[in-house]
């Protein structure tokens, strides 16, 4: 399956790239993220909780940066491992651009997944990943517009 968006961030290119590449703004942007643990020098750990229709799942994985343009992009790839409830893998090509006023972060995705997961069928498990990318996105740019607002 293949996601894709954009979204405009009120804050300036670099703020958006660190906030990208700081586990605990990544730990709290995550839908279901109990743990993220690492660097993006190395690789992430996480442990995410999610449910799917009628499957419970706890995957535990570890993403990777590559292709990485410092302050412009990077591709992210991860496997996650959820015992009988199934895996998920996959990759991600964020873009960033300065537009007027912020950034634009854009992004191309593509999923598997494999298990009871996958049994559900591609029209929830692609309703369920968009819901995430869309919650994902969301928590981010709040978080970063408000790491970024003036103090009255």
């Known amino acids: 399956m293949e996601l894709s ?4 961030i009120a804050a300036d290119i670099d703020t958006v790239w660190t906030h990208l590449n700081t586990p605990e703004t990544l730990r ?3 839908p279901g993220c109990e743990d993220l643990t690492g660097s993006p020098d190395i690789r992430f750990a ?3 909780k999610q449910k799917v229709g009628p499957v419970s799942a706890t995957l535990k994985g570890e993403v990777t940066l590559e292709n990485v343009i410092p302050g412009k992009s990077y591709t992210i790839v991860g496997e996650g491992k959820g015992g009988v409830a199934g895996f998920a893998k996959g990759s991600a090509d964020v873009l960033l651009e300065t537009v007027d006023g912020g950034t634009n972060l854009a992004y ?3 999923a598997k ?3 009871k997961l996958a049994q ?3 029209r929830i498990i692609g309703g369920f990943a968009k819901k995430m990318a869309d919650q994902f996105f969301e928590r981010f740019q709040s978080t970063v517009e408000a790491s970024t ?3 009255d």
Do not use: D, H, Q
């Open 5 to 8: 968006g954009s979204r405009f």
């Open 28 to 30: 709290l942007c995550i």
């Open 46 to 48: 996480a442990t995410v």
């Open 108 to 110: 191309t995705a593509t």
């Open 113 to 115: 997944v494999g298990g």
């Open 120 to 122: 559900l069928g591609s």
């Open 149 to 151: 607002a003036p103090i």
